[in-house]
Protein backbone atom coordinates (compact mmCIF):
# COMPACT_ATOMS: atom_id res chain seq x y z
CA UNK A 1 0.00 0.00 0.00
CA UNK A 2 3.36 2.41 1.27
CA UNK A 3 4.89 1.49 -2.16
CA UNK A 4 1.60 2.08 -4.34
CA UNK A 5 1.33 5.61 -2.56
CA UNK A 6 5.00 6.39 -3.43
CA UNK A 7 4.55 5.33 -6.88
CA UNK A 8 1.18 7.01 -7.38
CA UNK A 9 2.42 10.44 -5.90
CA UNK A 10 5.60 10.17 -7.61
CA UNK A 11 3.85 9.68 -10.98
CA UNK A 12 2.02 12.91 -10.11
CA UNK A 13 4.81 15.01 -9.40
CA UNK A 14 6.54 13.91 -12.94
CA UNK A 15 2.98 14.19 -14.82
CA UNK A 16 1.95 17.57 -13.01
CA UNK A 17 4.97 19.45 -14.45
CA UNK A 18 5.14 19.93 -18.30
CA UNK A 19 8.62 20.53 -17.67
CA UNK A 20 11.07 17.85 -18.79
CA UNK A 21 14.10 17.11 -15.66
CA UNK A 22 16.84 18.95 -17.94
CA UNK A 23 14.45 21.97 -18.23
CA UNK A 24 13.54 21.73 -14.74
CA UNK A 25 16.86 21.32 -13.74
CA UNK A 26 17.87 24.79 -16.23
CA UNK A 27 15.10 26.56 -14.29
CA UNK A 28 16.35 25.95 -10.73
CA UNK A 29 19.63 26.57 -11.98
CA UNK A 30 18.23 29.73 -13.21
CA UNK A 31 16.54 30.99 -10.17
CA UNK A 32 19.77 29.97 -8.03
CA UNK A 33 21.67 31.99 -9.48
CA UNK A 34 19.53 35.04 -10.01
CA UNK A 35 19.82 35.49 -6.27
CA UNK A 36 22.86 37.64 -5.99
CA UNK A 37 24.73 38.71 -2.94
CA UNK A 38 25.07 42.84 -5.03
CA UNK A 39 20.80 42.43 -4.68
CA UNK A 40 20.64 41.33 -1.17
CA UNK A 41 23.18 43.90 0.11
CA UNK A 42 21.36 46.70 -1.31
CA UNK A 43 18.39 45.67 -0.08
CA UNK A 44 20.11 45.72 3.34
CA UNK A 45 21.40 48.94 2.37
CA UNK A 46 17.65 50.35 2.05
CA UNK A 47 16.21 48.44 4.97
CA UNK A 48 19.08 50.20 7.64
CA UNK A 49 18.78 53.17 5.95
CA UNK A 50 18.15 56.87 7.96
CA UNK A 51 14.92 56.61 5.82
CA UNK A 52 13.46 53.67 7.89
CA UNK A 53 14.47 55.18 11.29
CA UNK A 54 15.55 51.60 12.69
CA UNK A 55 12.04 50.73 11.94
CA UNK A 56 10.78 50.71 15.96
CA UNK A 57 7.30 49.09 15.77
CA UNK A 58 3.98 51.63 15.45
CA UNK A 59 5.93 54.52 14.40
CA UNK A 60 5.77 56.20 10.59
CA UNK A 61 9.26 54.98 9.62
CA UNK A 62 8.14 51.10 10.47
CA UNK A 63 5.07 51.75 8.22
CA UNK A 64 7.41 53.24 5.55
CA UNK A 65 9.15 50.18 5.75
CA UNK A 66 6.21 47.86 5.82
CA UNK A 67 5.00 49.40 2.75
CA UNK A 68 8.37 49.10 0.88
CA UNK A 69 8.47 45.57 1.71
CA UNK A 70 4.60 44.55 0.36
CA UNK A 71 6.11 46.64 -2.95
CA UNK A 72 8.62 44.65 -3.00
CA UNK A 73 6.27 41.21 -3.40
CA UNK A 74 4.03 42.98 -5.17
CA UNK A 75 6.75 43.16 -8.18
CA UNK A 76 7.92 39.62 -8.01
CA UNK A 77 3.75 38.48 -8.56
CA UNK A 78 3.22 37.39 -4.81
CA UNK A 79 -0.13 37.98 -3.56
CA UNK A 80 -1.56 40.11 -0.92
CA UNK A 81 -2.00 37.39 2.28
CA UNK A 82 -3.44 39.86 4.56
CA UNK A 83 -6.29 41.25 5.71
CA UNK A 84 -9.36 42.84 3.65
CA UNK A 85 -7.37 42.21 0.30
CA UNK A 86 -4.03 43.88 1.71
CA UNK A 87 -0.31 42.73 2.39
CA UNK A 88 -1.19 43.64 6.60
CA UNK A 89 -2.17 42.10 10.06
CA UNK A 90 -2.69 45.50 11.96
CA UNK A 91 -2.30 45.15 15.68
CA UNK A 92 -2.26 47.99 18.75
CA UNK A 93 1.55 48.58 18.90
CA UNK A 94 1.57 51.65 21.81
CA UNK A 95 5.53 52.85 21.31
CA UNK A 96 7.73 55.83 22.93
CA UNK A 97 9.45 57.82 20.61
CA UNK A 98 13.19 58.63 22.14
CA UNK A 99 13.99 62.35 21.17
CA UNK A 100 17.43 62.88 22.74
CA UNK A 101 19.76 60.77 24.55
CA UNK A 102 19.65 62.92 27.66
CA UNK A 103 22.22 62.09 30.29
CA UNK A 104 23.04 59.85 33.28
CA UNK A 105 25.55 61.54 35.58
CA UNK A 106 27.32 59.40 38.94
CA UNK A 107 28.28 61.73 41.65
CA UNK A 108 31.33 60.07 42.72
CA UNK A 109 33.78 60.56 45.99
CA UNK A 110 36.87 62.30 44.98
CA UNK A 111 40.01 62.39 47.38
CA UNK A 112 38.52 64.54 49.72
CA UNK A 113 35.31 63.01 50.25
CA UNK A 114 33.45 65.66 48.51
CA UNK A 115 30.79 64.49 46.00
CA UNK A 116 32.46 64.88 42.00
CA UNK A 117 30.06 64.83 38.88
CA UNK A 118 31.09 61.87 36.54
CA UNK A 119 28.85 62.06 33.31
CA UNK A 120 28.98 58.65 31.09
CA UNK A 121 29.60 59.26 27.45
CA UNK A 122 26.79 58.68 24.89
CA UNK A 123 26.88 55.90 23.19
CA UNK A 124 29.82 54.08 24.61
CA UNK A 125 28.83 54.22 28.07
CA UNK A 126 25.13 54.54 28.38
CA UNK A 127 22.07 54.41 26.18
CA UNK A 128 18.63 56.17 27.49
CA UNK A 129 15.61 53.86 27.96
CA UNK A 130 13.39 52.86 25.37
CA UNK A 131 10.20 52.97 27.23
CA UNK A 132 11.47 55.91 29.70
CA UNK A 133 9.16 58.85 30.89
CA UNK A 134 11.22 62.61 29.78
CA UNK A 135 12.04 64.14 32.68
CA UNK A 136 15.00 64.20 35.50
CA UNK A 137 15.35 61.95 38.80
CA UNK A 138 17.96 62.72 41.03
CA UNK A 139 18.81 60.68 43.76
CA UNK A 140 20.74 57.80 45.89
CA UNK A 141 22.36 54.80 44.24
CA UNK A 142 21.30 51.25 45.39
CA UNK A 143 22.49 48.01 44.54
CA UNK A 144 19.50 45.31 44.22
CA UNK A 145 20.98 42.50 42.58
CA UNK A 146 18.74 40.71 39.83
CA UNK A 147 15.64 43.40 40.61
CA UNK A 148 13.42 40.13 41.09
CA UNK A 149 10.68 39.74 43.86
CA UNK A 150 9.74 36.01 43.83
CA UNK A 151 7.76 35.29 47.13
CA UNK A 152 7.01 31.40 45.51
CA UNK A 153 10.58 31.25 45.39
CA UNK A 154 11.79 32.79 48.79
CA UNK A 155 13.77 35.67 47.12
CA UNK A 156 13.36 38.98 47.51
CA UNK A 157 16.31 41.45 46.20
CA UNK A 158 14.56 44.17 48.00
CA UNK A 159 14.71 42.90 51.51
CA UNK A 160 15.69 45.01 54.07
CA UNK A 161 16.21 47.61 51.54
CA UNK A 162 14.77 50.73 51.12
CA UNK A 163 14.34 51.82 47.38
CA UNK A 164 11.92 54.28 47.80
CA UNK A 165 13.14 57.35 46.40
CA UNK A 166 16.29 56.23 45.12
CA UNK A 167 17.57 55.08 41.88
CA UNK A 168 18.30 51.18 42.23
CA UNK A 169 20.95 49.33 39.75
CA UNK A 170 20.11 46.13 38.38
CA UNK A 171 22.04 43.45 36.86
CA UNK A 172 20.01 41.81 33.26
CA UNK A 173 18.95 38.03 33.95
CA UNK A 174 18.02 35.94 37.00
CA UNK A 175 20.30 34.25 39.02
CA UNK A 176 19.57 30.81 37.89
CA UNK A 177 19.48 31.08 33.75
CA UNK A 178 19.25 26.71 33.12
CA UNK A 179 16.73 25.28 30.40
CA UNK A 180 15.22 23.11 32.89
CA UNK A 181 12.36 22.87 35.02
CA UNK A 182 13.76 24.96 38.15
CA UNK A 183 14.78 27.45 34.98
CA UNK A 184 10.48 27.88 34.36
CA UNK A 185 10.11 29.03 37.76
CA UNK A 186 12.76 31.86 37.84
CA UNK A 187 11.58 32.65 33.88
CA UNK A 188 8.67 35.09 34.69
CA UNK A 189 11.33 37.20 36.62
CA UNK A 190 14.40 37.63 34.30
CA UNK A 191 12.92 40.11 31.89
CA UNK A 192 13.55 44.35 32.40
CA UNK A 193 9.66 44.09 32.14
CA UNK A 194 9.48 42.86 35.86
CA UNK A 195 12.60 44.60 36.89
CA UNK A 196 10.61 47.93 35.82
CA UNK A 197 7.77 47.14 37.46
CA UNK A 198 8.94 45.73 40.39
CA UNK A 199 11.53 48.77 40.97
CA UNK A 200 8.31 50.87 40.86
CA UNK A 201 6.70 48.40 43.28
CA UNK A 202 9.09 49.65 45.46
CA UNK A 203 8.87 53.03 45.03
CA UNK A 204 12.27 53.78 43.42
CA UNK A 205 12.31 57.21 41.69
CA UNK A 206 14.92 55.92 38.84
CA UNK A 207 16.24 53.10 37.76
CA UNK A 208 19.95 52.19 35.54
CA UNK A 209 20.00 48.11 33.86
CA UNK A 210 23.49 47.33 34.04
CA UNK A 211 23.23 46.11 30.46
CA UNK A 212 23.92 48.34 27.81
CA UNK A 213 21.53 47.19 24.86
CA UNK A 214 18.81 49.11 23.54
CA UNK A 215 15.09 47.19 24.51
CA UNK A 216 11.71 48.37 23.93
CA UNK A 217 10.32 44.96 25.40
CA UNK A 218 10.20 47.39 28.64
CA UNK A 219 7.31 49.32 30.03
CA UNK A 220 6.28 53.06 30.27
CA UNK A 221 5.34 54.58 33.28
CA UNK A 222 4.44 58.28 33.29
CA UNK A 223 7.45 59.76 35.57
CA UNK A 224 9.43 57.33 35.81
CA UNK A 225 13.03 57.84 34.39
CA UNK A 226 15.60 54.84 33.25
CA UNK A 227 18.49 54.34 31.09
CA UNK A 228 21.05 51.42 30.32
CA UNK A 229 24.20 51.46 31.30
CA UNK A 230 27.27 48.56 31.44
CA UNK A 231 27.75 46.61 34.20
CA UNK A 232 31.68 46.79 33.80
CA UNK A 233 31.59 50.75 34.25
CA UNK A 234 28.98 50.57 37.36
CA UNK A 235 31.89 48.12 39.09
CA UNK A 236 34.22 50.23 38.02
CA UNK A 237 32.51 53.80 39.64
CA UNK A 238 30.98 51.43 42.92
CA UNK A 239 34.45 49.88 43.92
CA UNK A 240 35.50 52.82 46.24
CA UNK A 241 32.25 52.07 47.94
CA UNK A 242 34.24 48.61 49.04
CA UNK A 243 32.40 46.69 47.53
CA UNK A 244 32.56 44.59 44.32
CA UNK A 245 29.22 43.74 42.53
CA UNK A 246 31.12 41.42 39.88
CA UNK A 247 31.84 39.03 42.96
CA UNK A 248 28.75 40.28 44.59
CA UNK A 249 26.68 38.78 41.36
CA UNK A 250 28.86 35.62 41.20
CA UNK A 251 27.77 35.31 44.92
CA UNK A 252 23.82 35.80 43.90
CA UNK A 253 24.05 32.81 41.40
CA UNK A 254 25.65 30.37 43.59
CA UNK A 255 24.00 31.03 46.39
CA UNK A 256 20.52 32.52 45.33
CA UNK A 257 21.12 34.38 48.19
CA UNK A 258 20.70 38.29 47.41
CA UNK A 259 23.59 40.94 47.80
CA UNK A 260 21.75 44.21 47.52
CA UNK A 261 23.69 47.19 49.24
CA UNK A 262 23.05 51.21 49.69
CA UNK A 263 25.74 52.84 48.50
CA UNK A 264 26.99 56.50 49.37
CA UNK A 265 26.50 57.91 45.47
CA UNK A 266 24.67 59.69 43.80
CA UNK A 267 23.14 59.34 40.12
CA UNK A 268 21.25 61.77 38.26
CA UNK A 269 19.32 60.86 34.82
CA UNK A 270 17.28 62.89 31.99
CA UNK A 271 15.24 61.75 28.82
CA UNK A 272 13.27 62.98 26.73
CA UNK A 273 10.88 61.05 25.48
CA UNK A 274 7.45 61.02 23.49
CA UNK A 275 4.67 58.47 24.65
CA UNK A 276 2.34 57.10 21.65
CA UNK A 277 -0.23 55.25 23.09
CA UNK A 278 -1.92 55.47 19.62
CA UNK A 279 0.44 53.58 17.91
CA UNK A 280 -0.68 51.00 15.99
CA UNK A 281 2.14 47.77 14.15
CA UNK A 282 1.53 45.46 11.88
CA UNK A 283 2.84 41.87 9.83
CA UNK A 284 3.58 41.98 6.24
CA UNK A 285 2.07 38.98 4.34
CA UNK A 286 2.52 38.30 1.24
CA UNK A 287 1.04 34.44 -0.38
CA UNK A 288 1.88 31.96 -3.06
CA UNK A 289 -0.73 30.14 -3.70
CA UNK A 290 -0.18 26.43 -4.20
CA UNK A 291 -1.19 25.00 -7.98
CA UNK A 292 -2.85 21.90 -6.57
CA UNK A 293 -6.47 21.90 -5.72
CA UNK A 294 -5.87 19.68 -2.58
CA UNK A 295 -2.42 20.84 -1.17
CA UNK A 296 -2.70 24.49 -1.79
CA UNK A 297 -4.60 24.20 1.51
CA UNK A 298 -1.11 23.71 2.76
CA UNK A 299 1.35 25.73 3.90
CA UNK A 300 4.83 26.22 4.08
CA UNK A 301 6.01 29.47 5.89
CA UNK A 302 9.16 31.73 5.93
CA UNK A 303 8.80 34.35 8.77
CA UNK A 304 11.11 36.96 9.85
CA UNK A 305 11.03 39.60 12.36
CA UNK A 306 11.19 43.26 10.31
CA UNK A 307 11.51 45.51 13.02
CA UNK A 308 14.40 46.87 15.20
CA UNK A 309 14.89 49.21 17.93
CA UNK A 310 14.27 52.56 16.32
CA UNK A 311 16.24 55.81 17.36
CA UNK A 312 17.72 56.07 20.59
CA UNK A 313 19.91 58.96 21.16
CA UNK A 314 20.75 57.58 17.50
CA UNK A 315 20.17 55.05 14.95
CA UNK A 316 19.79 51.82 15.67
CA UNK A 317 20.22 50.21 12.17
CA UNK A 318 19.36 46.77 13.01
CA UNK A 319 21.20 45.00 10.19
CA UNK A 320 21.87 41.92 11.48
CA UNK A 321 18.70 41.92 13.55
CA UNK A 322 16.86 41.78 11.63
CA UNK A 323 17.27 42.99 8.51
CA UNK A 324 19.48 40.29 7.63
CA UNK A 325 16.83 37.55 8.31
CA UNK A 326 14.30 39.87 5.81
CA UNK A 327 16.58 40.25 2.93
CA UNK A 328 16.94 36.22 3.20
CA UNK A 329 13.76 35.76 2.71
CA UNK A 330 13.21 38.74 -0.07
CA UNK A 331 15.55 37.09 -1.68
CA UNK A 332 14.01 33.51 -1.87
CA UNK A 333 10.57 35.24 -2.12
CA UNK A 334 11.42 37.07 -5.83
CA UNK A 335 13.33 34.40 -6.90
CA UNK A 336 10.32 31.86 -5.90
CA UNK A 337 7.57 33.85 -6.90
CA UNK A 338 9.50 34.95 -10.36
CA UNK A 339 10.23 31.08 -11.35
CA UNK A 340 7.97 29.25 -13.59
CA UNK A 341 8.79 25.82 -11.60
CA UNK A 342 5.34 24.10 -10.17
CA UNK A 343 4.02 24.14 -6.83
CA UNK A 344 1.75 21.73 -5.53
CA UNK A 345 1.43 23.27 -1.67
CA UNK A 346 1.23 27.04 -0.64
CA UNK A 347 3.60 29.43 0.42
CA UNK A 348 3.41 32.22 2.77
CA UNK A 349 6.08 34.95 3.27
CA UNK A 350 5.53 36.56 7.08
CA UNK A 351 7.44 39.76 7.68
CA UNK A 352 6.63 40.64 11.57
CA UNK A 353 6.36 43.45 13.07
CA UNK A 354 6.96 43.88 16.97
CA UNK A 355 9.35 41.15 17.94
CA UNK A 356 11.36 44.21 19.88
CA UNK A 357 8.44 44.99 21.93
CA UNK A 358 7.17 42.13 23.24
CA UNK A 359 6.78 39.38 20.50
CA UNK A 360 3.55 41.39 19.17
CA UNK A 361 3.58 40.17 15.35
CA UNK A 362 4.24 36.85 15.78
CA UNK A 363 1.91 36.59 18.51
CA UNK A 364 -1.02 38.10 16.61
CA UNK A 365 -0.37 35.82 14.10
CA UNK A 366 -0.33 32.35 15.68
CA UNK A 367 -4.18 33.62 17.39
CA UNK A 368 -4.99 34.54 13.81
CA UNK A 369 -3.22 32.21 11.54
CA UNK A 370 -3.80 32.53 7.76
CA UNK A 371 -3.45 29.00 7.36
CA UNK A 372 -4.80 26.32 10.45
CA UNK A 373 -2.36 24.60 12.32
CA UNK A 374 -3.25 20.74 11.03
CA UNK A 375 -2.24 22.56 7.91
CA UNK A 376 1.02 24.30 8.52
CA UNK A 377 3.68 21.68 7.32
CA UNK A 378 6.65 24.01 8.63
CA UNK A 379 7.26 27.79 9.87
CA UNK A 380 11.16 28.28 9.48
CA UNK A 381 12.46 31.53 11.03
CA UNK A 382 14.65 33.81 10.07
CA UNK A 383 16.44 35.82 13.18
CA UNK A 384 19.95 37.21 12.79
CA UNK A 385 20.90 34.85 9.85
CA UNK A 386 23.46 37.14 8.01
CA UNK A 387 26.61 36.93 9.52
CA UNK A 388 28.54 33.07 9.28
CA UNK A 389 30.07 31.10 6.98
CA UNK A 390 27.87 28.12 7.70
CA UNK A 391 24.43 27.11 7.63
CA UNK A 392 22.16 25.22 10.23
CA UNK A 393 18.75 24.13 11.00
CA UNK A 394 18.08 24.22 14.65
CA UNK A 395 15.10 22.05 15.32
CA UNK A 396 15.33 20.30 11.51
CA UNK A 397 16.21 17.02 12.92
CA UNK A 398 12.34 16.79 14.69
CA UNK A 399 11.18 17.12 11.05
CA UNK A 400 13.78 14.44 9.12
CA UNK A 401 11.88 14.77 5.97
CA UNK A 402 11.77 18.66 5.51
CA UNK A 403 15.63 18.74 6.69
CA UNK A 404 16.95 15.84 4.13
CA UNK A 405 15.61 17.71 1.28
CA UNK A 406 17.35 20.75 2.66
CA UNK A 407 20.74 19.30 3.44
CA UNK A 408 20.44 18.04 0.01
CA UNK A 409 20.24 21.08 -1.69
CA UNK A 410 23.02 22.25 0.43
CA UNK A 411 24.75 19.18 -0.68
CA UNK A 412 24.17 19.48 -4.42
CA UNK A 413 24.07 23.19 -5.28
CA UNK A 414 25.72 25.20 -2.07
CA UNK A 415 28.29 23.30 -0.18
CA UNK A 416 28.28 25.23 3.25
CA UNK A 417 29.17 23.23 6.57
CA UNK A 418 25.50 22.16 7.92
CA UNK A 419 24.55 21.50 11.23
CA UNK A 420 21.06 20.46 12.19
CA UNK A 421 19.74 19.55 16.02
CA UNK A 422 16.38 18.42 17.28
CA UNK A 423 13.99 20.64 19.17
CA UNK A 424 14.96 20.69 22.67
CA UNK A 425 11.87 21.66 25.34
CA UNK A 426 12.77 25.39 26.21
CA UNK A 427 11.68 26.51 30.27
CA UNK A 428 12.78 29.30 29.21
CA UNK A 429 10.47 32.53 28.89
CA UNK A 430 9.99 32.61 25.09
CA UNK A 431 12.65 35.17 23.64
CA UNK A 432 12.09 34.67 19.39
CA UNK A 433 8.91 34.55 17.28
CA UNK A 434 10.27 30.83 16.92
CA UNK A 435 9.76 30.29 20.42
CA UNK A 436 6.14 31.92 20.13
CA UNK A 437 5.25 29.31 16.99
CA UNK A 438 6.81 26.23 18.74
CA UNK A 439 4.72 27.12 22.12
CA UNK A 440 1.92 27.80 20.24
CA UNK A 441 2.14 24.36 18.29
CA UNK A 442 3.48 24.76 15.21
CA UNK A 443 6.15 22.68 13.64
CA UNK A 444 9.17 24.69 13.85
CA UNK A 445 12.57 25.83 12.32
CA UNK A 446 15.21 28.43 13.18
CA UNK A 447 17.08 29.08 9.98
CA UNK A 448 20.73 29.95 11.17
CA UNK A 449 23.98 31.36 10.32
CA UNK A 450 27.68 29.56 11.93
CA UNK A 451 30.63 30.59 12.59
CA UNK A 452 30.36 34.29 12.43
CA UNK A 453 33.06 35.89 10.92
CA UNK A 454 32.30 39.77 11.86
CA UNK A 455 31.75 41.24 15.38
CA UNK A 456 28.13 40.90 16.34
CA UNK A 457 26.74 44.06 18.08
CA UNK A 458 23.43 42.81 19.81
CA UNK A 459 21.22 45.70 19.80
CA UNK A 460 23.72 48.10 19.18
CA UNK A 461 24.15 51.03 16.91
CA UNK A 462 27.17 49.27 15.41
CA UNK A 463 24.45 46.89 13.89
CA UNK A 464 24.96 47.95 10.45
CA UNK A 465 24.69 46.49 6.85
CA UNK A 466 28.78 46.87 6.75
CA UNK A 467 28.91 44.20 9.60
CA UNK A 468 26.63 41.64 7.19
CA UNK A 469 28.53 38.76 5.17
CA UNK A 470 26.14 38.95 1.80
CA UNK A 471 27.24 35.93 0.60
CA UNK A 472 26.20 33.85 3.39
CA UNK A 473 22.51 35.68 2.78
CA UNK A 474 23.05 34.90 -0.87
CA UNK A 475 23.39 31.16 0.20
CA UNK A 476 20.77 31.55 2.94
CA UNK A 477 18.47 32.91 -0.18
CA UNK A 478 19.51 29.80 -2.72
CA UNK A 479 18.75 27.02 0.29
CA UNK A 480 15.67 28.60 0.60
CA UNK A 481 14.54 28.96 -2.98
CA UNK A 482 15.72 25.15 -3.30
CA UNK A 483 14.14 23.69 -0.46
CA UNK A 484 10.67 25.22 -0.76
CA UNK A 485 10.59 24.72 -3.91
CA UNK A 486 10.99 20.61 -3.41
CA UNK A 487 9.02 20.83 -0.37
CA UNK A 488 6.11 22.19 -1.90
CA UNK A 489 5.95 19.32 -3.74
CA UNK A 490 7.00 16.11 -1.68
CA UNK A 491 5.89 13.80 0.04
CA UNK A 492 5.57 15.38 3.56
ZN1 LIG B 1 16.60 41.88 18.43
Given at each position: ???????????????????????????????????????????????????????????PEYRLTAQWVADRLKEWGIRPGGEGGTYFQEFPAPYTSVDSAGSVVFLVKDGSGALKERPLLFPDEYFPGSNSASGKVEGEVVYVGFGITAPELKYDDYRGITAKGKIVLVESGSPYEKNDPPGAAWAPYNGTRHKLENALRHGAAGLLVLDKVGNPNTLYQPGFVYAHTTHELARQLLLPTGKDIQVLKEEIVKTLKPRSFSTSLKARITASTTRHPEGK??????????????????????????????????????????????????????????????????????????????????????????????????????DMVGNGTGLSLWGGLSYPKIEEIFRKANDRYIHRPWRASQNRPSYGRPRSDGAVFSRAGFPTIGVGATD???????????DTWQELTPEIMEDVSRLLFLGLTEAANADL
Open positions: MKRFALILSLSLLFSFSSLGADDREQELLKGFHNISSNTLLGYAQKLTSPEFGGRLTGTGCNVVGLLEGSDPELKGEVLILGGHLDHLGTIGTLFPGALDNASGCVDILGAAQALGTSPLPRKRSLLFLFFGGEESGLLGSTYYTQHPLFPLQKTKIFMNLTVKPIYYHDPR
